[in-house]
């Protein structure tokens, strides 16, 4: 590792900046097995593809199934790397579930746990708030659509209540984040 010339930015010995830098050269079948099964959960969880036709969704109906699957399959390929590049793929995924969220309103959770799990495991501690705060605000961002959903039959105490939600998610996920520096 280096520093750049006028910049004074820590580089690794490949030009990449440090804060992409790979922590891991590992990535496995185990780890594509594990990204899979968490986009299987999102999707089968969240996309509510199984509900009947005439029970309201927060997916929207106009859309083809086939669509919100491959937009969720898309998350295993940053998902199968979470162990050779925490940091990038969990600041991928914030984005990728904040885009998600907006444009098909379905909400990726499992995968992106996984990979804030990971930073807060193998990325300093910098890195991993940068990570935690990128999942919040994805998160944020499903709060708010989840608001937007209901109109104006959605109270308070149920947004208040998902938001809850995410925060018990997301916080003790992160927990190793906390418990590497106690």
């Not at 898309?74 to 050779?84: D, E, T």
């Not at 799990?117 to 705060?133: E, H, K, N």
């Not at 608001?147 to 997301?170: C, E, H, K, Q, W």
């Amino acid at each position: 590792m280096g520093l750049t010339g006028d910049t004074g930015r820590a580089t690794s010995k490949f030009g990449w900046p440090d804060f992409l830098r790979p922590v891991s050269r590992r990535s496995s079948v185990r780890d594509f097995l594990i990204a899979v099964v968490a986009v299987a959960l999102d999707l089968s969880l969240f996309t509510q593809l199984s509900d009947p036709p005439d029970q309201t969704s927060w997916v929207s109906r106009a859309i083809p199934p086939a669509v919100i699957i491959g937009a969720g399959l898309l998350a295993v390929i940053p998902l199968s790397f979470r162990r050779r590049a925490p940091t990038a793929v969990c600041l991928i995924l914030a984005g990728y579930a904040l885009l998600l969220t907006a444009t098909l309103g379905s909400r990726p959770l499992v995968s992106l746990l996984v990979a804030l799990y990971t930073a807060a495991v193998w990325s300093d501690r910098v890195r991993a708030r940068l990570c935690l705060a990128a999942v919040l605000v994805a998160h944020g961002v499903a709060v708010a659509y989840e608001a937007s959903f209901g109109g104006a039959s959605t109270s308070i105490f149920a947004v208040t209540a998902v938001a809850m939600v995410y925060a018990l998610l997301d916080v003790p996920t992160s927990a190793p984040l906390i418990l590497q520096y106690c």
